[in-house]
């Protein structure tokens, strides 16, 4: 089934400017912010060693002392652009521990003004610098959110684990370009679309990037240190570098959506989803779902896996994130 469009709404947030935070202040401007120890370095430190615990698991070779290992045959499957989709990492009780920190809960909560939000079930990123058995990581500038529904419908999160410095790779942003989205695509709809893959994402063209830069935005790589959530408008243009140091750059993308702008419908299709272990895109609407099965070289991976390793342990708050207890008993 081809991914649905979703119903959501643009959410506006009723709050005095002056009792906004700074970061709430650098979002609304610029269309992106970090906010600074959202999850304490302890927690993402202990993240980090799980991450690649869970990578030497696979016994497929790959040490995290010894950079020679780091190669496509020694680690589970995780494209150029660093992210790792199947295995049922999504639910990995690493991952669930990031996803229910208060302090990154609690960011979506101020953003949307909203006490009850939802997560999705989202990828992790590993990206290792000099990967030379990958193809390039070559830019791929886009926006998660359908061009022809304007407004702020998506906060977007990540939370950034090992220290990431202007080399380190990671996330680069069009600065304050979500301001200028509607009319971009007001004034670009006469050009040929980079085929979507899903209705709420759209790649922009040389063509679109050259607007940007008439305009004056400029893009900018975000640094950030162990434990920062980074937070970014769908509608500001984005995508990742791969890094140029020695540090891998780590990763887990937290992303939240209030459950008023979820429909009951979606809500089943994702009770389905955590059910089955599988993922979901940023939306944490579920408007599509995953599958857990990895290909390498064409066929499915012998070392696919359709349950996590260290299954989560969700208190009632964490459930909650699911969007499971927000499902009316039918009438
Ligand atoms: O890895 C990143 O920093 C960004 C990836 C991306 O495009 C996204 O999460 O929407
Ligand atoms: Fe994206």
Same mark, same amino acid.
């Given at each position: 089934?081809?991914?649905?469009?979703?119903?959501?709404?643009?959410?506006?947030?009723?709050?005095?400017?002056?009792?906004?935070?700074?970061?709430?202040?650098?979002?609304?401007?610029?269309?992106?912010?970090?906010?600074? =120890?959202?999850?304490?370095?302890?927690?993402?430190?202990?993240?980090?060693?799980?991450?690649?615990?869970?990578?030497?698991?696979?016994?497929?070779?790959?040490?995290?002392?010894?950079?020679?290992?780091?190669?496509?045959?020694?680690?589970?499957?995780?494209?150029?652009? =660093?992210?790792?989709?199947?295995?049922?990492?999504?639910?990995?009780?690493?991952?669930?521990?990031?996803?229910?920190?208060?302090?990154?809960?609690?960011?979506?909560?101020?953003?949307?003004?909203?006490?009850?939000?939802?997560?999705?079930?989202?990828?992790?990123?590993?990206?290792?610098?000099?990967?030379?058995?990958?193809?390039?990581?070559?830019?791929?500038?886009?926006?998660?959110? #359908?061009?022809?529904?304007?407004?702020?419908?998506?906060?977007?999160?990540?939370?950034?684990?090992?220290?990431?410095?202007?080399?380190? =790779?990671?996330?680069?942003?069009?600065?304050?370009?979500?301001?200028?989205?509607?009319?971009?695509?007001?004034?670009?709809?006469?050009?040929?679309?980079?085929?979507?893959? #899903?209705?709420?994402?759209?790649?922009?063209?040389?063509? =679109?990037?050259?607007?940007?830069?008439?305009?004056?935005?400029?893009?900018?790589?975000?640094?950030?240190?162990?434990?920062?959530?980074?937070?970014?408008?769908?509608?500001?243009?984005?995508?990742?570098?791969?890094?140029?140091?020695?540090?891998?750059?780590?990763?887990?993308?937290?992303?939240?959506?209030?459950?008023?702008?979820?429909?009951?419908?979606?809500?089943?299709?994702?009770?389905?989803?955590?059910?089955?272990?599988?993922?979901?895109?940023?939306?944490?609407?579920?408007?599509?779902?995953?599958?857990?099965?990895?290909?390498?070289?064409?066929?499915?991976?012998?070392?696919?896996?359709?349950?996590?390793?260290?299954?989560?342990?969700?208190?009632?708050?964490?459930?909650?994130?699911?969007?499971?207890?927000?499902?009316?008993?039918?009438?």
């Amino acid at each position: 089934m081809p991914p649905t469009e979703t119903e959501t709404v643009a959410t506006v947030q009723v709050v005095a400017e002056e009792d906004l935070e700074q970061w709430q202040k650098d979002l609304q401007r610029d269309g992106f912010a970090v906010v600074k =120890g959202a999850v304490s370095p302890e927690a993402a430190n202990i993240c980090a060693e799980n991450m690649y615990s869970w990578l030497e698991g696979f016994g497929l070779g790959f040490d995290r002392n010894d950079p020679s290992t780091i190669h496509a045959d020694k680690l589970p499957v995780i494209n150029e652009k =660093g992210m790792c989709l199947n295995y049922a990492v999504s639910h990995e009780e690493f991952v669930w521990r990031i996803r229910s920190e208060p302090g990154v809960v609690d960011a979506f909560r101020k953003v949307y003004g909203e006490k009850d939000v939802i997560v999705s079930f989202d990828a992790v990123n590993f990206a290792f610098p000099n990967r030379t058995d990958l193809p390039p990581n070559k830019p791929w500038p886009h926006q998660d959110q #359908n061009p022809k529904k304007p407004g702020l419908r998506l906060m977007q999160g990540l939370v950034n684990i090992l220290p990431n410095g202007p080399k380190d =790779g990671g996330l680069i942003v069009c600065k304050g370009a979500h301001l200028l989205s509607e009319q971009f695509h007001k004034e670009m709809s006469w050009e040929d679309p980079i085929p979507a893959w #899903n209705p709420e994402w759209y790649g922009f063209t040389e063509r =679109g990037m050259q607007w940007l830069a008439d305009h004056g935005c400029e893009w900018v790589k975000v640094t950030a240190d162990p434990g920062d959530l980074l937070l970014w408008d769908s509608r500001t243009p984005h995508y990742n570098l791969p890094p140029e140091g020695t540090t891998p750059r780590f990763c887990i993308y937290t992303c939240y959506q209030p459950v008023k702008d979820v429909t009951q419908e979606q809500l089943k299709k994702k009770k389905a989803a955590f059910e089955s272990w599988l993922g979901t895109t940023h939306w944490p609407n579920a408007q599509h779902v995953g599958s857990n099965r990895a290909t390498r070289n064409g066929k499915d991976d012998f070392y696919n896996r359709s349950e996590p390793i260290n299954k989560p342990i969700l208190d009632e708050e964490a459930f909650k994130l699911t969007g499971i207890p927000f499902i009316q008993p039918e009438a």
